[in-house]
């Protein structure tokens, strides 16, 4: 009886866990349908499992008391993770919306400040708000924000959606407020942008209401805020983007008059914070695109240079700061904890203040805590493309992370008490932009404004220094109190330290204008190359100051150079001869003023070595026959090893430059029964020593015909070069038809690799579309040099081949008096062909010159 209890209870508590786990499943495959995403939780067995999750899914959460991680998924990413066959858990609040009204569904009413102020025009939507925006009603509040007061507010446009036309052509808009809007200051810019993720849109209404509050307060002198409000608009450039991803917050409304089915993606299905370039994990972490969204922020960085920033989620209320893709501190690690403390603090305060009495606010406690609602990135969980790092790491911004509300999208009746709890906040952050050290970096000569960096010896690390920029060379760094060596550097230009600067947490200390020395510019030095191959090397040099370098280098014993302008250090020199000396020169610019080249450096190239492959046994099929153009290769009765190398027969006619139509046979030879096998064939076209798979000229599958037939084509160049390079032929067994052998480097059980030689030639050395009598080549024949006469002042391309068709010089000319002088001296003597190409008219002449 008793084993028949147990049975039982462990029969019944299966059951519900399967139907538990079957209510989640279809939970999650009705929310995919529906939304095109999930967010779930699990249970991992160990922390370190977050790194591999994260490269497969974003994580939303972490809880390292339990392990639990929340993530994020797209349906494609789902559905790999199902194939873990790991139990889940499907939570509704994070995947649907309750309470949600939005302004279309409720009277729109006028300001009440409009009743004390009748200069303050009604507006679409009403202050603070208590219901979620239209996109219409939202585009038209941005519009008429700077409308009515285009003094101190600008709208700016940075671009379109994922969705484009199709999704109502919704737009990424900005407003700009300042004292003087419309004239660019030396003053700090600061950002505030929501809501990337389009169903956490805390933030998305926060930002509608803190630029009404601005606007309201610096004009209303009888504000009790106007002071304030004023010395930070009056110094600074406030740049706020409510809403950064409007296609996910009006997800599944055609009208685009919903947050109701908001979900975390764009258009595209794509994370947007997990989109940005990573220092750690590299471009394109996600293996996606950048996507419009993306693009947008990532131009508009580029275009200004913001000191501070923040941008807005939900999920849960905390702080959170640099870095999140490494467990490295940031070099202001300090600094950011003072004021995510502070901004929390706010929250906390005013949140627990009456009417609300809210304990429970902006307090989420996370790894390594040192404050209740303050935690740094990666001892919480690692994100690689976070919006955070990027502008970090790329462009020298303090951009947190804050997370404004547990539930995503909160009922419209809990917006205003958010208002409530972090307008402070809100405002304080802002403000902390115009603390720290500031000064102007100008040229001691000229007085003009340059563009430098400033570092603090000793305290900045992983670019967490600042830059001045034009049009000012304006600078600001805030920064925790302390004492400071101040280092400011522009490339052609003495540097300058200011030592022993004192500041405190609060204070703003202007260092005042400084004035750089121009440096005097010398040639390079200690040129060198390293990773050198078959075709490449890469150039090094050191420079006592420089912005830019010219490069040129040519073949030993050449006299004439290729130059390369405008290189930065290192160079990789490409594009070379296998098996070649070759000699390289810098030279260096700071600004228009260049030094001469400096001496030069050689460097030998190496033979090209092909990867290996074989088959390792040929006892029952290899290849007999390789035939190019009618002219083959049989092997049938010689045939002994799974390779065979013929690279130094002469077997098969030239192949002409940019030709179509060349056929191509390889024929299989079995001992006895036929097997199915698999052709492929490769030719190094661009004689890089790799075969591409763009050089693919055969792909037959595995099946038992004797005789592949096929046609190819031979690019024209660059993507094909002249003269002998590589064919690889590969005949593979597979069990099974429609297989394809696709790798030129493999070893494999039965089959045979053959390797021949094949040329390249151009044919059109003898065809003549630019008129003979027009270009003139003289002397010829000649002994050292040659004079080339043009018809035009164009630009031209000048080739000379051997016989063979092998590249001796390969260069472009600018004809200003239609004269090209050429010196040929290290030519053996001999005949050779010389092609004139006209840039800009495209058309060419080729001649034969003979080198006494």
């Known amino acids: 009886m008793r084993k028949t209890y147990h049975l039982f209870a462990i029969l019944l508590v299966c059951n519900f866990l399967s139907f538990a786990q079957t209510s989640d499943q279809q939970k999650a495959q009705d929310y995919i349908s529906s939304k095109g995403e999930l967010t779930f939780s699990f249970q991992v067995n160990d922390p370190s499992e977050l790194k591999q999750i994260t490269s497969e899914m974003s994580i939303v959460n972490f809880n390292p008391e339990t392990n639990m991680v929340k993530v994020w998924a797209n349906a494609e990413e789902f559905q790999k993770f199902q194939s873990y066959g790991i139990n889940f858990k499907v939570d509704d609040a994070d995947n649907s919306s309750t309470g949600v009204v939005m302004s279309n569904e409720i009277e729109m009413m006028q300001r009440s400040s409009e009743d004390t102020n009748p200069s303050l025009a009604p507006y679409t939507l009403s202050f603070p708000m208590t219901a979620y925006p239209t996109y219409a009603n939202y585009a038209s509040q941005m519009q008429a924000f700077e409308d009515n ?85 009056d110094n600074s450039e406030v740049w706020i983007n409510p809403l950064a991803n409007p296609d996910g917050a009006y997800y599944n409304s055609a009208s685009n008059t919903s947050v109701a089915n908001a979900r975390r993606a764009n258009g595209n299905n794509v994370d947007i914070n997990r989109n940005f370039p990573d220092n750690v994990s590299g471009p394109h972490p996600d293996g996606n695109s950048y996507q419009a ?34 467990y490295t501190n940031h070099a202001d690690t300090d600094w950011f904890f003072l004021t995510g403390k502070e901004f929390a603090e706010n929250c906390q305060n005013d949140a627990a203040a009456a009417p609300y009495y809210n304990n429970g606010y902006m307090d989420a406690v996370y790894a390594n805590n040192m404050w209740p609602g303050v935690t740094e990135g990666a001892d919480w969980y690692q994100v690689y493309g976070g919006r955070q790092d990027f502008m970090n790491y790329y462009h020298q911004c303090k951009e947190v992370t804050i997370e404004l509300s547990n539930t995503k999208t909160p009922p419209a009746s809990q917006l205003d008490d958010h208002w409530d709890y972090t307008r402070e906040a809100l405002i304080e952050y802002l403000i902390q932009g115009t603390y720290g050290f500031r000064g102007i ?155 001469s080249y400096s001496s030069s450096q050689q460097f030998t190239t190496l033979a090209f070595s092909y990867c290996d492959a074989q088959g390792n046994s040929v006892a029952d099929e290899y290849i007999s026959n390789v035939s190019i153009n009618g002219f083959g290769n049989n092997t049938q009765s010689s045939t002994a090893s799974g390779y065979s190398d013929y690279t130094s027969l002469s077997v098969f006619p030239d192949l002409d430059l940019n030709s179509a139509g060349n056929s191509i046979s390889v024929t299989k030879h079995w001992t006895g029964s036929s097997y199915r096998e698999a052709v492929s064939v490769w030719i190094d076209f661009n004689h890089d020593g790799t075969f591409d798979t763009s050089e693919r000229v055969v792909y037959s599958s595995s099946t038992t015909t004797a005789t592949v037939n096929g046609t190819f084509s031979v690019p024209n160049t660059p993507t094909a070069q002249l003269g002998s390079t590589r064919m690889r032929v590969i005949m593979k067994y597979y069990s099974n038809a429609g297989n394809y052998a696709n790798d030129p480097c493999e070893t494999f059980s039965y089959g045979e690799v053959e390797d021949y030689s094949v040329n390249i030639v151009d044919s059109t050395l003898g065809i003549e579309n630019l008129d003979a009598n027009t270009v003139r080549i003289f002397p010829n024949p000649f002994k050292n040099s040659i004079t080339i006469k043009t018809p035009t002042q164009n630009n031209y391309g000048v080739e000379v081949f051997d016989v063979s068709g092998r590249v001796i010089l390969n260069q472009k000319y600018s004809t200003g008096n239609g004269t090209i002088n050429l010196n040929l001296g290290t030519l053996s003597q001999g005949a050779y062909f010389i092609k004139v190409s006209d840039l800009e008219s495209h058309s060419s002449v080729t001649k034969q010159i003979i080198k006494q």
């Not at 302390?482 to 200011?498: A, F, N």
């Open 441 to 595: 970096v100008k040229d001691a000569i000229s007085g003009d404004p340059l563009e430098a960096k400033i570092t603090l010896v000793g305290h900045d690390a992983v670019n967490s220094h600042t830059v001045s920029s034009l049009p000012f060379g304006d600078f600001y760094r805030p920064v925790y109190a302390g004492t400071y060596d101040i280092l400011i550097e522009v490339p052609c230009y003495q540097s300058v330290t200011l030592s022993s600067e004192t500041i405190a947490n609060y204070q703003t200390k202007d260092l005042g204008e400084i004035f750089l020395t121009p440096a005097t510019v010398s040639a390079p030095t200690s040129l060198n190359t390293s990773g050198t191959d078959a075709n490449s090397t890469n150039a090094t040099w050191s420079a006592t100051t420089a912005d830019s370098f010219d490069i040129r280098y040519r073949e030993v014993g050449s006299s004439t150079w290729i130059e390369v302008t405008g290189v930065s250090n290192p160079y990789q020199i490409t594009g070379l001869n296998s098996e070649t000396t070759y000699e390289f020169q810098v030279r260096s610019y700071c600004g228009a003023n260049s030094t």
């Open 293 to 326: 969204e993306t693009i947008s922020f990532m131009t508009l960085a580029d275009n200004n240079h913001f000191v501070l920033a923040a941008n807005f989620h939900g999920g849960t209320e905390v702080v959170n700061y640099p870095f999140d893709n490494t």
């Open 149 to 233: 007061h285009p003094a101190i507010c600008e709208m700016i446009d940075i671009g379109g959606t994922a969705e484009g036309a199709s999704g109502g052509n919704k737009r990424l808009l900005f407003v700009k407020l300042s004292g003087n809007v419309s004239t660019s200051e030396a003053e700090p810019k600061v950002m505030y942008t929501s809501s990337m993720h389009g169903d956490e849109i805390t933030g998305y209404v926060m930002m509608l209401n803190l630029i009404d509050y601005f606007i309201t307060a610096y004009e209303d002198t009888g504000h009790p805020d106007h002071a304030r409000i004023q010395n930070l608009l």
